[in-house]
T-cell receptor, first 111, second 119 residues
């Protein structure tokens, strides 16, 4: 069983729709990081959060530590939001932390 | 804005050959990491490095792999004798000291990746 699970695996939306991507984890974490990966492979940081909620533009991330669950929301989705969205659990290791990655959610937003 | 850089962007090598993937972390960062992503799969942790030594490594990081910070700026990943299954995208990452405080910005910053193809 994966320690970090994401759903859905694939998502197709129409432009303007509100999108939610979910992440559940079974490990103890210090923080959770939402990342975006474009077709070329590069990874872009979106949010890192250890409690509550963060907002940046049309993106909102929330985390519920007790339920070991985080969500990424995209309001007023646009075709340029099409990418793979990955949640990564920051797990403390010797003096630092490592990421355990989810499998990613492939989002396609249609014009 | 400072960024992590990686070279080359794409490396093609023959099975059994040695490869060195290079990374230049952000200059004031202290912790360095390598991750890999086999095509179509999730990103996986390989190794973390601090104060000129490995602080943790995964089971993937066997004796064929080594890391080094040969000078004050570069951080390298060497694969001694490449196998077909080493074909993947390799990401370097770095960050500053580790303090988790209400989601403070101590995230790891990723490089653009090196796509390694072993033939």
């Amino acid at each position: 069983k994966n320690e970090v699970e994401q759903s859905p695996q694939n998502l197709t939306a129409q432009e303007g729709e509100f999108i939610t991507i979910n992440c559940s984890y079974s490990v103890g974490i210090s923080a959770l990081h939402w990342l975006q990966q474009h077709p070329g492979g590069g990874i872009v940081s979106l949010f890192m959060l250890s409690s509550g909620k963060k907002k940046h533009g049309r993106l909102i991330a929330t985390i519920n530590i007790q339920e070991k669950h985080s969500s990424l929301h995209i309001t007023a989705s646009h075709p340029r939001d099409s990418a793979v969205y990955i949640c990564a659990a920051a797990v403390v290791i010797s003096g630092t932390y490592k990421y355990i990655f989810g499998t990613g959610t492939r989002l396609k937003v249609l014009a | 804005e400072p960024e992590v850089t990686q070279t080359p962007s794409h490396q093609v090598t023959q099975m059994g050959q040695e490869v060195i993937l290079r990374c230049v972390p952000i200059s004031n960062h202290l912790y360095f990491y390598w991750y890999r992503q086999i095509l179509g799969q999730k990103v996986e942790f390989l190794v973390s490095f601090y104060n000129n030594e490995i602080s943790e490594k995964s089971e993937i990081f066997d004796d064929q792999f080594s890391v080094e910070r040969p000078d004050g700026s570069n951080f390298t990943l060497k694969i001694r004798s490449t196998k077909l299954e080493d074909s993947a995208m390799y990401f370097c990452a770095s960050n500053t000291r580790i303090v988790f405080s209400g989601g403070a910005s101590n995230e790891q910053y990723f490089g653009p990746g090196t796509r390694l193809t072993v033939t």
